[in-house]
């Protein structure tokens, strides 16, 4: 199969996600970023919602209809209360 062949393989309707994780197996890094590499953002929108992963630490990211962003403080020195008045 080629990266083409693969690109249109994953954004086939027939693939399933219960399908799509058992190929994830079977790739590797570099053939999935050349294929990232060929796909459209539409694309590579239409692939990610085929697929959950969800992680679980101290929270549970990656279910089906919820947002998460991850706010990252962009002060020298960390500081609470300026990250704090930016929102």
């Known amino acids: ?3 083409g062949e693969l690109r249109e393989h994953i954004l086939d309707d027939a693939a399933s996600e ?4 058992e190929l994830q ?5 570099e053939i999935i970023a ?3 590499k060929i796909m459209s953002n539409k694309d590579l929108i239409l692939a990610a919602a085929k697929i959950r992963n969800v992680t679980r630490c101290r929270n549970t990211m990656g279910e089906r ?8 403080p962009n002060h020298p020195a ?8 930016c929102f």
Not at 18 to 21: E, S, T
Not at 67 to 72: D, H
């Open 65 to 72: 209809g919820v947002l998460g962003i991850r706010a990252q």
């Open 18 to 21: 219960a399908h799509l994780n």
């Open 1 to 3: 199969m080629t990266v």
């Open 34 to 36: 050349a294929v990232a």
């Open 25 to 29: 197996r079977a790739l590797t890094p």
């Open 78 to 85: 960390d500081d609470v209360g300026e990250f704090a008045c």
